[in-house]
């Protein structure tokens, strides 16, 4: 496995409760051998955020992700949507982000390896909204 240096961490969120999970799947399965540590989170309707990591999986320890900062991620969420957290090899970011593209992402994030995972949409510029137009007496 290549060095940490040569690791970054990538995110996406979806507006779909499996979204996710999908994602991880696309990633792992043609990625298998540049992807690390993957956590999965869904945000039940009542807003509530659920995660699980790959790290995890049959351990008795927290070894990937750090806990906090996923329900911290999972709270900047809306109710019934998903969100993917990747570490992945560097030179195989663009190829994951082709991976995600068909499945709609929203937001898509790419940081360093060492980055909270709590924070890492907090950057992201809020949609500006469209000024409503002007209101226009009728003629007469």
Aim: hydrophobic share 35%; aromatic share 4%; glycine share 10%.
């Amino acid at each position: 496995m290549p060095d940490q240096s040569a690791r970054k961490i990538l995110a996406a969120t979806f507006t779909t409760p499996d979204g996710g999970s999908r994602a991880a799947g696309a990633i792992a399965g043609a990625l298998h051998r540049e992807i690390g540590n993957t956590a999965v989170l869904y945000v039940t309707p009542d807003g509530s955020a659920k995660f699980v990591e790959s790290k995890d999986w049959g351990k008795l320890r927290d070894s990937g992700f750090k806990n906090d900062q996923l329900e911290q991620l999972g709270k900047s969420l809306g109710p019934n949507s998903s969100a993917v957290v990747v570490e992945i090899a560097s030179d195989a970011v663009d190829t994951a982000k082709g991976l995600l593209e068909p499945l709609g992402p929203g937001d898509v994030v790419v940081e360093e390896v060492d980055s909270s995972v709590a924070t890492l949409f907090d950057e992201e510029a809020e949609p500006t909204p469209e000024p409503e137009p002007a209101a226009t007496a009728p003629p007469g």
